[in-house]
């Protein structure tokens, strides 16, 4: 079992970044595929970015590209979300995901993702 738990969520001004870390506990994070994925108000949860298990590719949503970066840390077991040039659009509760299956790799589908955090809210104020 993974554990899986979002922090640095906050309200922001249009233009500014935020760092989002997902903190992973259970086993080692180093060879799950993994992802964000977000959640606006009245909205589908949608696919952000994903890392591959190896950590070699990464893969984002055309509305992030350029402007968000997926990382991972293998010695701290976390994964992170680099947000910069944030837009009101953005707004939305971000969830970190993961998955042992390593042909999940990239994948944009949430069911591809056995386990899943707890959600971090991000404001951007306009």
């Known amino acids: 079992q993974v554990q899986l738990v979002e922090s640095g969520g906050g309200l922001v001004q249009a233009g500014g970044s935020l760092r989002l870390s997902c903190a992973a506990s259970g086993r080692t994070f180093s060879n799950y595929a993994s992802a964000w994925f977000r959640r606006a108000p009245g909205k589908e949860r949608e696919f952000v970015a994903a890392?591959?298990?190896?950590?070699?590719?990464?893969f984002y949503a055309d509305s992030v590209k350029g402007r968000f970066a997926i990382s991972r840390d293998n010695a701290k077991n976390t994964i992170y979300l680099q947000l910069n040039s944030l837009k009101p659009e953005d707004t939305a509760v971000y969830y970190c995901a993961a998955s042992a299956l390593t042909f999940n790799s990239g994948s944009r589908s949430p069911r591809a993702y056995e386990y899943w955090g707890q959600g971090t809210q991000v404001t951007v104020s306009s």
């Open positions: 890392l591959s298990w190896s950590g070699g590719s990464t």
